[in-house]
Nanobody, 124 residues
Framework: QVQLVESGGGLVQAGGSLRLSCAASGRTISSYGMGWFRQAPGKEREFVAAISWSGGNTDYVDSVKGRFTISRDSAKNTVYLLMNKLKAEDTAVYYC?????????????????WGQGTQVTVSS
């Protein structure tokens, strides 16, 4: 079992930055693909970013390309999402997820473990 705990969310003005962290416990996540998803009020959960087990491959939803960066630190068993140039439409609860697949997958049904989420609110 893998337990995931997100942190780093909060309230930020448009144009600002936040760095989300996803700390894993129970198992090392070095052999897991990792992803970030988000869910805004009244909307379905959507893919944001993913990173392969090695960190060599990443994928992003078009709306965040060039603004968000996903990374991982195996020594800390942690995955990060650096979010720059935040927009009001980035407001959502952000979830970290881990997949037994080694790849960076955009499909939520391919993830096996989920965190509880952290709220990100961007004021315009």
């Amino acid at each position: 079992q893998v337990q995931l705990v997100e942190s780093g969310g909060g309230l930020v003005q448009a144009g600002g930055s936040l760095r989300l962290s996803c700390a894993a416990s129970g198992r090392t996540i070095s052999s897991y693909g990792m992803g970030w998803f988000r869910q805004a009020p009244g909307k379905e959960r959507e893919f944001v970013a993913a990173i392969s087990w090695s960190g060599g491959n990443t994928d992003y939803v078009d709306s965040v390309k060039g603004r968000f960066t996903i990374s991982r630190d195996s020594a800390k068993n942690t995955v990060y999402l650096l979010m720059n140039k935040l927009k009001a439409e980035d407001t959502a609860v952000y979830y970290c997820a881990a997949t037994n697949l080694l790849i960076a997958t955009i499909h939520p049904d391919q993830y096996d473990y989920w965190g509880q989420g952290t709220q990100v609110t961007v004021s315009s």
